[in-house]
C-alpha cells in the first residue's frame, strides 16, 4: 500500500551540485505534485518542516534510503529549499498541567486502534457517554498544535481521562482529556504513526506500548513517561511500524510494513527483499516470543533489469493495518499488502490467519493474485516494474470479526480494490459474499478502516480522483449477513475545490457509536451520519488555524490515516494528513457537547 510520508528523492543516485529548485522539478515533481496519482506530500505541505527535519529524514529517518547516496552538501541545499518551518524546543513544552493537578479518575477508555480485540471501532454508550441526540451540539473544547510536523499522524488512545498519541518528529505525547494539558512527552528514534496501547506490565504498573519507523517498539512509563524497554523487530533498512500493535493479556502483538516500494525507482536498486510480519512481544520484557512472515519462502535472485541490477523476489506483503484477535480461539488475523517484485505469491491483498500462541499460519485467503507493484512502475524505464504488474489494490484496513445472531461469524475486509469481502474465519476463509462500492484503485476503495456493529457495517470510500475531486468519496452501510447495501451517501461537493490537496475522498476510518457513524474527509470536513438512513447530523471543517492550549501555531488539513476517537463523552482526532497527496497539518481536536 502506498501510505506513506513519502519520498524527497525518487533516485538515489549522487546528484551533481547545482540549484535545488532545478534538482527538485527533475527529480521529485513527479511525485510531490497533484497533477497524477501520486503519494507524496506536496510542496507546501513539506515546507512547514524545518530545514533540520528534512534533513534527519534523509540522514537517518524514512528518507535514508534516498538520502545515503547524496552528498552532505546536497542534503543540506535540498533541507533548506524543502523546509521553511522552524524548529520548536520540547524539554519546556507548552501547556504543562500545573503542580498539583488533580488526576483524572474517570473508567472509560478507547485503548489502542479499534477500540476492541476484534476492530469493530464501535464505541458502546457506557464508554462512548455521548448519544446520537447530542452530536449536532458538539462543539470544539481545546486545540493542541503538534510541534516539528507537517502531518498529524497517531490517532489519539484515551485511557482513564488521559490521552496518548505519536508525532511525525518520533515525539509521544501524554495529556489531561479535559484540558489538553502535557503530563510528559517522550521521544522515540522515529515517527510515531500507531495508536498507542495502555496496559499493566508489572504488578501496579502501567505502560504505554507503541511502535516507531525504525521497527523499534517502547514500552514507556505512564506514571514517569521513563522508557521500560525497547526491542528492535527488523534489521530490514526499510521496514517499519505502521499499524497499531495489539495488545492482549501479557502480549503485544506487532505488524510490520515497509516503504520499500519506493527504492525501486532507482534502476540500481536491487529490488526487492522486504517480507511483511507479524511478532508477538512479552508485554513485560519486550521479549519477542515469536515471529512471523507473510511470505514463507525469504527472497531469492530472480533476473537482471535492464540496468544490469540482480532483482529479488519474492517480496512485500506488507502488515500496514492493526491485527484483529480472537481470544476464544486463539487466532490473530492480518491483512496484507502487494507484493513488490516477481514471483508472485499467495500471500499477498491476502487475509492470513495465525495462531496466537505459536506464530503458526493456519490459513490464508487470498483476493488479488498477481498484484505485485513499485515506484518503478510510474517512472518511464520501469527498470523494476515487476513482469506481473498488478492494479496496487491491496488491504490497508483491519479486518473486522463479528457473530451474527444465528451463531455463525465473519472475517469482514475492505479493500483498496472497492470490494468488500466476508469470509468465513471457521472454514478456511471461504468466501460467504462480496459487495462492490467503488470503482477502486491504487488511491480507491476503503483504505483506512471500517465500523460494524452486530447487525450493520459502515464503509467510507476513498476514489481518490485528483483529476476530479469531487468524484471521489461517500459512505455505505452494508448488512452483515448478506452484504446487501442498506445505504449509500455520496460526498458533498468539497468547499476547498480548487485548493491542491482537496478532494471529497473519504479515506479516514469510520467510527461508530450507537446511532451515528463518524467519517473523514481529505477536504478536511469531519461529518457524523445518522446510522438509520444516512442522512447527516453534524459536520465540521477542520481545514483552518486554531488557536492551542500549548501556544503552538496549529492548523488543520485533510483527514486520513486515523479516525476520531470518543470517551466520556468527548471526541478527539488528528487533522493534517500530508501524504496520498493531502492538505498537510498539525493540529489535535477535542470536542464535547456545546464545548463543556
Given at each position: 500500500m502506498r501510505c506513506l510520508p513519502i519520498p524527497l528523492w525518487l533516485v538515489c543516485a549522487s546528484l551533481p551540485a547545482q540549484d535545488p529548485a532545478a534538482i527538485f522539478r527533475k527529480h521529485c515533481q513527479i511525485c510531490h505534485s497533484s497533477d497524477a496519482e501520486n503519494r507524496a506530500p506536496l510542496p507546501e505541505a513539506m515546507a512547514k518542516l524545518s530545514p533540520r527535519a528534512v534533513r534527519a529524514s534523509l540522514e537517518s529517518g524514512s528518507m535514508k534510503a534516498q538520502g545515503d547516496p547524496l552528498s552532505a552538501a546536497e542534503r543540506d541545499a535540498v533541507a533548506a529549499f524543502v523546509g521553511k518551518g522552524t524548529?520548536?524546543?520540547?524539554?519546556?513544552?507548552?501547556?504543562?498541567?500545573?503542580?498539583?493537578?488533580?488526576?483524572?479518575?474517570?473508567?472509560?477508555?478507547?485503548?489502542?486502534?479499534?477500540?476492541?480485540?476484534?476492530?469493530?471501532?464501535?464505541?458502546?454508550?457506557?464508554?462512548?457517554?455521548?448519544?446520537?441526540?447530542?452530536?449536532?451540539?458538539?462543539?470544539?473544547?481545546?486545540?493542541?498544535?503538534i510541534p516539528n510536523a507537517n502531518s498529524a499522524y497517531g490517532q489519539p488512545t484515551i485511557v482513564a481521562g488521559r490521552l496518548f498519541f505519536g508525532g511525525a518528529d518520533g515525539t509521544v505525547y501524554h495529556l489531561d482529556a479535559a484540558t489538553g494539558c502535557t503530563y510528559w512527552t517522550f521521544r522515540a528514534e522515529q515517527?510515531?504513526?500507531?495508536?498507542?496501547?495502555?496496559?499493566?506490565?508489572?504488578?501496579?504498573?502501567?505502560?504505554?506500548?507503541?511502535?516507531?519507523?525504525?521497527?523499534?517498539?517502547?514500552?514507556?512509563?505512564?506514571?514517569?513517561?521513563?522508557?521500560?524497554?525497547?526491542?528492535?523487530?527488523?534489521?530490514?533498512?526499510?521496514?517499519?511500524?505502521?499499524?497499531?500493535?495489539?495488545?492482549?493479556?501479557?502480549?503485544?502483538?506487532?505488524?510490520?510494513?515497509?516503504?520499500?516500494?519506493?527504492?525501486p525507482a532507482n534502476p540500481a536498486y536491487a529490488c526487492c527483499t522486504f517480507r511483511g510480519s507479524v511478532?508477538?512481544?512479552?508485554?513485560?520484557?519486550?521479549?519477542?516470543?515469536?515471529?512471523?512472515?507473510?511470505?514463507?519462502?525469504?527472497?531469492?535472485?530472480?533476473?537482471?533489469?535492464?540496468?544490469?541490477?540482480?532483482?529479488?523476489?519474492?517480496?512485500?506483503?506488507?502488515?500496514?493495518?492493526?491485527?484483529?484477535?480472537?481470544?476464544?480461539?486463539?487466532?490473530?488475523?492480518?491483512?496484507?499488502?502487494?507484493?513488490?517484485?516477481?514471483?508472485?505469491?499467495?500471500?499477498?491483498?491476502?487475509?492470513?490467519?495465525?495462531?496466537?500462541?505459536?506464530?503458526?499460519?493456519?490459513?490464508?485467503?487470498?483476493?488479488?493474485?498477481?498484484?505485485?507493484?513499485?515506484?518503478?512502475?510510474?517512472?518511464?524505464?520501469?527498470?523494476?516494474?515487476?513482469?506481473?504488474?498488478?492494479?496496487?489494490?491491496?488491504?490497508?484496513?483491519?479486518?473486522?470479526?463479528?457473530?451474527?445472531?444465528?451463531g455463525r461469524r465473519l472475517l469482514l475486509a475492505g479493500q483498496k480494490s472497492g470490494i468488500v469481502h466476508a469470509l468465513d474465519p471457521d472454514r478456511q476463509g471461504k468466501i460467504v459474499w462480496q459487495t462492490r462500492i467503488g470503482k477502486g484503485g491504487a488511491l480507491g476503495g476503503v483504505q483506512w478502516g471500517m465500523a460494524a456493529d452486530d447487525d450493520t457495517l459502515y464503509a467510507p470510500l476513498s476514489d481518490q480522483n485528483f483529476r476530479d475531486p469531487a468524484s471521489a468519496g461517500g459512505l455505505f452501510a452494508l448488512r452483515i449477513a448478506s452484504g446487501e447495501k442498506l445505504w449509500h451517501t455520496p460526498a458533498p461537493p468539497p468547499a476547498c475545490a480548487g485548493r491542491r490537496g482537496c478532494t471529497a475522498a473519504q479515506m479516514a476510518p469510520a467510527t461508530l457509536i450507537a446511532g451515528a457513524v463518524f467519517s473523514g474527509s481529505m477536504d478536511g470536513h469531519l461529518r457524523a451520519y445518522s446510522t438509520r438512513d444516512g442522512s447527516l447530523l453534524w459536520d465540521f471543517d477542520t481545514l483552518r488555524e486554531f488557536p492551542t492550549v500549548n501556544g503552538v501555531k496549529a492548523s488543520g488539513g485533510s483527514l486520513n490515516a486515523t479516525g476520531p476517537t470518543i470517551a466520556a463523552g468527548m471526541m478527539f482526532v488528528n487533522s493534517g494528513y500530508a501524504a496520498l497527496g493531502g492538505m498537510g497539518g498539525n493540529v489535535l481536536l477535542a470536542f464535547s457537547v456545546n464545548g463543556q
Open positions: 524548529a520548536v524546543r520540547l524539554e519546556t513544552p507548552g501547556g504543562l498541567c500545573r503542580a498539583g493537578h488533580a488526576p483524572p479518575t474517570d473508567s472509560t477508555f478507547w485503548n489502542g486502534w479499534g477500540v476492541d480485540a476484534v476492530n469493530s471501532r464501535y464505541q458502546p454508550p457506557d464508554m462512548a457517554k455521548l448519544a446520537a441526540a447530542d452530536v449536532p451540539r458538539l462543539k470544539l473544547k481545546w486545540a493542541y498544535g515517527t510515531v504513526r500507531a495508536a498507542v496501547s495502555i496496559g499493566a506490565i508489572q504488578a501496579g504498573r502501567y505502560a504505554a506500548l507503541f511502535g516507531d519507523a525504525g521497527t523499534n517498539v517502547y514500552a514507556v512509563d505512564v506514571a514517569t513517561g521513563k522508557q521500560v524497554w525497547k526491542t528492535k523487530l527488523d534489521e530490514h533498512p526499510l521496514a517499519r511500524i505502521t499499524g497499531a500493535p495489539k495488545l492482549h493479556g501479557n502480549r503485544l502483538y506487532v505488524p510490520l510494513s515497509s516503504h520499500e516500494e519506493v527504492s511478532a508477538a512481544l512479552d508485554a513485560e520484557s519486550g521479549r519477542i516470543l515469536w515471529k512471523t512472515y507473510a511470505i514463507p519462502d525469504p527472497p531469492k535472485p530472480t533476473r537482471k533489469n535492464a540496468a544490469g541490477t540482480q532483482l529479488m523476489g519474492p517480496s512485500g506483503a506488507a502488515i500496514w493495518s492493526s491485527p484483529t484477535l480472537d481470544p476464544d480461539k486463539r487466532v490473530l488475523y492480518a491483512a496484507t499488502g502487494n507484493g513488490y517484485s516477481d514471483p508472485s505469491v499467495s500471500y499477498t491483498d491476502a487475509i492470513l490467519a495465525i495462531d496466537m500462541d505459536t506464530g503458526s499460519l493456519l490459513w490464508h485467503k487470498q483476493m488479488t493474485p498477481d498484484d505485485n507493484w513499485n515506484f518503478s512502475c510510474v517512472n518511464p524505464n520501469k527498470a523494476n516494474c515487476p513482469e506481473t504488474s498488478g492494479p496496487d489494490v491491496d488491504f490497508g484496513s483491519s479486518p473486522i470479526l463479528r457473530k451474527l445472531k444465528d
